[in-house]
């Protein structure tokens, strides 16, 4: 009887709670190109593009005086300073 009676609280207890409505960003980090896609309830889920349009980034992050670049920007810098560049590539 008492087994019952738990299971039957726990259903009224989950039909009970609140709606979570909640935005999730996914990140795909490959060794040579970054994909990002948000999902948000109720609509398809949408990749993310970078200041250029496109859906694939470079993996790379580089250093130009005091400012950190991602992406195309660090991938640019590799023929002026090499030293200044992390490529996973």
């Not at 039909?15 to 896609?37: C, F, M, R, T």
């Not at 993310?48 to 991938?75: E, P």
Request: positive net charge.
């Amino acid at each position: 009887m008492s087994k019952n009676l738990l299971l039957g609280l726990l259903c009224l207890m989950t039909l009970n709670l609140p709606q979570v409505l909640a935005s999730l960003l996914a990140i795909d980090y490959g060794s040579e190109w970054i994909k990002a896609s948000l999902m948000k309830p109720g609509v398809p889920f949408d990749v993310l593009l970078n200041k250029d349009s496109k859906r694939k980034i470079h993996s790379s992050v580089g250093w130009k005086g005091g400012d950190r670049l991602f992406g195309s920007d660090a991938y640019n810098l590799v023929s002026h300073r090499q030293t200044r560049l992390m490529d996973s590539s």
